[in-house]
Every structure is written in C-alpha cells, then in structure tokens.
C-alpha cells in the first residue's frame, strides 16, 4: 500500500517562498501511479488542485497558480516537493500531497492514497 508523507515549515513569511516535500513509500514515484498531486484546502473553502508531476517527470500546474509554482522530485528519495512562491496569506490552508493512475482522476480529485496534510499558515 502507497503511504505518502507531508513535511515542511508551518509558519512562512509573506513574499517567501513555501517548500513543502511529500515522502512516498510503499510505491516508486517514477514507476506507480502516474500523477503525484499537490492539493490545498483554505479554512472554510473547498479543495483546490496546485498540480502534479507525473511519472515521467514532466508537470503541470493549475492556471491560477503556474506563475508561483513548481513542482521537482528526488528520485533517489522518493520525494516529490512543492515550491510556492511569493506567498500571501492567502496561501494559508492544509496541504496535501496525493496520487491517483489517472489524468482525469487527477483532475477530478479523485485520489488513491493521500497523505494526512500539513496545516501551513503565512502571517508576519
């Protein structure tokens, strides 16, 4: 069974750049499940998709957020890590990483295995 960790800072500055790394076990992030997500959830709203990359290494980012982000792994690791920059408190929300075999799956939300989020909150 996959199992995916969160980790990273709980407290980020406005205008820095929030990194958040997601450990995956139990499945290799270059050979299972195609597409390795990052998902948010702001207090009081609904999950929103940031992007994923796939097994293949190529990635793809959610329109209203592709200018602050990136996405990379460590293969050797098996790690894939969230970089977001520019952050406003409005990026304050529980960030999940997830994988599911599929785009439309992916695009839907509908994922296999999540990890259990990270509460990151961006104040001064």
């Known amino acids: 069974q996959v199992q995916l960790q969160e980790s990273g800072p709980g407290l980020v500055t406005p205008s820095q750049t929030l990194s958040l790394t997601c450990t995956v076990s139990g499945g290799s992030i270059t050979t299972e499940y195609n597409y390795w997500s990052w998902i948010r959830q702001p207090p009081g709203k609904g999950l929103e998709f940031i992007g994923f990359i796939a097994s293949s290494g190529s990635t793809y980012y959610a329109p209203s957020l592709k200018n602050r982000t990136s996405i990379s792994r460590d293969t050797s690791k098996n790690q894939f890590t969230l970089h977001l920059s520019s952050v406003t408190p409005e990026d304050t929300a529980v960030y999940y990483c997830?994988?599911?075999?599929?785009?439309?799956?992916?695009?839907?939300?509908?994922?296999?295995?999540w990890g259990q989020g990270t509460q990151v909150t961006v104040s001064s």
């Open positions: 997830a994988t599911a075999p599929s785009l439309e799956a992916t695009i839907h939300l509908t994922y296999d295995y």
